[in-house]
């Protein structure tokens, strides 16, 4: 191996592992002020200084997110899954997923789907391609004061042309080239207090490119911006028609909750969040091997939030044991990696689902509402 492609490798592991040990104490940081927000309900003030720490711990999220997944572009280590994903749905999530942001700038949200198709499947990366998604419509929110965003898609002979519009302040043509590389930022007054480093828009061109499209932009100066790209279109299946999806609505009511974590702050956090949505229904283990003894020997508990890293027992072996013995119980892991290679271990062990720390009151909650309540029973 070329020496510059393995300083490539060293510096992404460096940087993961950096990444690794500042999301855990970001992970408390967030979570806690989701926690004080719940009983500063009635403080104004302290609410809104309670955001601004929000804003700036996701700010910090973002750029080593964006840090990390430049360095992997870089060490070539960007590899594409294979993913089936049915278009509507999946643009509907990213549509759930920003409405809130859009309503507090009173921009309306609006997706533009291919209506000439009735459900359409296509074979993607589909992490990749919701990153792709997900920066534009972070920019459109970032730079649009009023008017609205649409997003949305077309097939055309063998490519999807997707496209994120806005009614925002417009970058000049002249600038059209030199956004797509890394560290550029329009230089102009008006922008100066828009933060960002200017890694967004390449990470998207790049990240386009590897699955094998192209990214470009028209926009003009305070009429709005439209960033579009395209993939090459391969149909995926479509499972629901194949075989019956049975959603069954049971109401399962929550017995016990078991949190496995062997950080303190963590498990706190975690506490917090449960019984200000479930109530008293919580139990706690901090590794493993107490997680499995518990699970085991209490039927009540009928969720189970295991964090991956840990003392003892790591949280996979103990999901491999648990699940052999009762196979019906929710796991869901918890990590502090935002690594895909996480989830696919997760996932292979047996949990039902994974959740990526800081976690975020709103995603934990919605989670563990969908395991107990909506369970879907595909036959
Ligand atoms: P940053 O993280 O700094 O926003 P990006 O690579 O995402 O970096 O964007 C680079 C620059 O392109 C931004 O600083 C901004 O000047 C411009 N830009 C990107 N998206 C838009 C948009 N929708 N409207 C206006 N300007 C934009």
Not at 101 to 126: F, M, Y
């Amino acid at each position: 191996m070329l020496k510059a492609q393995e300083g490539e490798i060293l510096k992404t592991a460096f940087l993961a592992n950096l990444s690794h040990e500042i999301r855990t104490p970001l992970n408390g940081i967030l979570g806690f002020t989701d926690v004080l927000s719940y009983y500063l309900e009635d403080n104004n003030e302290l609410t809104q200084y309670l955001n601004l720490i929000k804003t700036s711990g996701k700010q910090l999220l973002g750029i080593l997110s964006d840090v990390l997944v430049m360095s992997k572009i870089e060490a070539g280590q960007i590899e594409l899954k294979k993913d089936n994903i049915y278009l509507d749905k999946f643009l509907q999530e990213i549509y759930i997923f920003f409405l809130p942001q859009a309503k507090i700038h009173a921009l309306k949200l609006v997706i533009e789907k291919d209506n000439t198709r009735e459900t359409c499947c296509v074979i993607a990366d589909a992490i990749r391609l919701r990153q792709v998604i997900d920066n534009l419509i972070n920019n459109a929110l970032k730079f649009t004061k009023e008017g609205e965003i649409k997003f949305g898609y077309l097939i055309k002979e063998d490519q999807i042309h997707f496209f994120v519009k806005d009614t925002g302040i417009g970058i000049d043509p002249e600038h059209h080239d030199k956004i797509f590389e890394r560290f550029q930022q329009v230089e102009q007054d008006y922008l100066k207090n828009f933060n960002g480093i200017g890694l967004g828009l390449a990470i998207c061109k790049s990240l386009v490119e590897i699955m094998g499209g192209r990214i470009g932009i028209k926009s003009e100066i305070n009429k709005g911006s439209e960033f579009y790209f395209s993939i090459p279109y391969i149909k995926g299946t479509n499972i629901e028609e194949n075989i019956n999806e049975k959603i069954n609505k049971k109401k399962n009511a929550i017995s016990k909750i078991l949190i496995v974590d062997d950080e303190p702050i963590n498990l706190i956090l975690l506490e917090e969040i449960i019984k200000t949505e479930f109530g008293d229904v919580i139990l706690t283990a901090t590794n493993g091997k107490e997680a499995v003894k518990q699970c085991l020997n209490n039927e009540n508990i009928n969720l189970v939030l295991i964090d991956i890293k840990m003392p003892v027992m790591n949280g996979i072996e103990a999901t491999k044991i648990i699940k052999e013995k009762r196979p019906e119980l929710i796991i869901i892991a918890q990590s502090a990696y935002n690594a895909q290679s996480d989830k696919k271990n997760a996932i292979q062990a047996g949990c039902n689902d994974f959740i990526s720390k800081p976690i975020q009151k709103y995603d934990l909650v919605n989670m563990i509402k969908k395991h107990i309540f909506f369970e879907v029973e595909i036959m």
